[in-house]
């Protein structure tokens, strides 16, 4: 093979991956024929798992009638409408609308145009400052790299966008003491429900029901990006359905389709559309080319199908109590240090002398796939439809590799 393709999250200098050809269910190959079970979902996306040939279909129908047309003013197409209508029946927010694009960064980025437009439309333009917590990652666009907690994410792009701040990841007392602050100048804060990419870090007790009260009473909007947990992967639609804390926008990509073709869109609540629609003559002037892409639609369309007739929602809980029940028993032996997830999304966290790196690569050579973050975490978010089975050799790979053998 070439060099000719520039790897992302990767050393430029890099010739040497893993190159995987084919899924079926949670079962990977790579071009030497090597079985892996996929621990990780590819990249936190994959619910129904790979191989679905129904998904695949419903693609290729959709292209073979239309591939897509725009939905810019004045045109619209059926699919792209009929997406957004089932979307509509799970969202966690009653009445919400929803606005397409192409990935969870498109859709941070929109949240956050969509948070200051609605300010400016509800009569506040002074309102321009973002909120966002450490450890939080929310793509790679300017807007969302801006909004990161991940500082060396942000080393080497220049001026990223002013206003959008950082405050601690658990400590409600110093967000509340930044919004009195800056009460009237506030548009969002922005924030993932259970911090992903990140090291999968669980909210504090109380901190999104105390966000909510403060964006309520500073006149704040409350987003939520739920681009890794959305779509069943919580045992709930949503992790606002899992916490049972409501946004304002809640951004959402990845296993909206199961990764099956690229995917985002933001929920757009009541109180924000109301700003949006309060003046007729207003012209929302933010899109993407492929926004309401019709194959793309397609593949959404029936990957939620999939997920409701095979109980992959219901199905999440069991998979992450195996997860769970799992890492904490190598916790509770010594292997690790200690365990963090929610739903069926978890990490392992390391002890010092432990390198995640090396025990990821460790578990590629047993047939595992899992997250190496930093030095200090191993993640999983296997898909849902991985057997008790897969996950019992996911473990025990783990394990293995956790303890230097």
């Known amino acids: 093979m070439t060099d000719a393709l520039l790897h992302a999250f990767a050393k430029p200098t890099k010739t040497d991956f893993v190159r995987i050809v084919r899924g079926k269910g949670s079962l990977l190959w790579d071009d030497k024929g090597n079985e892996y079970i996929d621990g990780i979902g590819s990249l936190w996306y994959s619910q129904v798992g790979h191989g679905r040939d129904e998904i695949a279909q419903a693609v290729a129908e959709q292209i073979s009638t239309l591939e897509t047309y725009s939905t810019f003013d004045p045109f619209s197409n059926d699919i792209a409408e009929k997406l957004a209508a089932k979307l509509q029946t799970i969202s966690p927010m009653k009445d919400a609308r929803v606005f397409l694009c192409g990935s969870g960064s498109e859709s941070v980025d929109t949240a956050m145009k969509l948070a200051r437009v609605a300010q400016v439309q509800a009569g506040h333009p002074e309102r321009t400052i973002i909120i966002s917590r450490m450890r939080g990652y929310h793509g790679t666009n300017y807007g969302g790299t801006s909004a990161q907690g991940l500082p060396l994410n942000k080393i080497g792009f220049g001026q990223l966008l002013p206003e959008v701040v950082q405050v601690d990841s658990d400590n409600l007392e110093e967000l509340a003491k930044f919004m009195s602050e800056n009460s009237s100048r506030i548009a969002a804060v922005i924030t993932e429900p259970i911090q992903g990419a990140g090291g999968v870090w669980p909210p504090a007790p109380g901190y999104l029901e105390g966000a909510r009260k403060l964006c ?52 757009v609540a009541r109180n924000v559309c109301d700003a949006l629609e309060s003046d007729p003559n207003f012209f929302l002037r933010h899109g993407y080319t492929y926004s309401g892409h019709s194959a793309v639609c397609a593949a959404a369309l029936m990957n939620i199908e999939i997920i409701e007739r095979e109980g992959l929602v219901e199905r999440a809980k069991h998979v992450g109590a195996v997860l769970s029940a799992g890492l904490k028993a190598l916790a509770q032996d010594g292997t690790i240090d200690h365990v963090r997830g929610d739903g069926a999304v978890w990490a392992a966290g390391l002890k010092p002398d432990q390198n995640a790196v090396t025990i990821r690569d460790r578990m590629i050579q047993l047939g595992s796939i899992a997250r190496a973050i930093n030095t200090d975490t191993i993640a999983f978010c296997p898909p849902l439809v991985i057997t008790d089975a897969e996950l019992g050799r996911l473990m025990d790979a783990f394990a293995t590799a956790a303890l230097g053998k």
Not at 242 to 264: E, H, R
């Open 216 to 267: 309520d009473q500073h006149g704040a909007f409350l987003i939520f990006d739920e681009v890794i947990s959305g779509f069943g992967r919580m045992g709930t639609w949503f992790a606002a359905n899992f916490y049972n804390v409501a946004p304002d926008l809640l951004c959402f990509a990845k296993g909206v389709t199961s990764g099956y073709q690229p995917l985002g869109g933001v929920f």
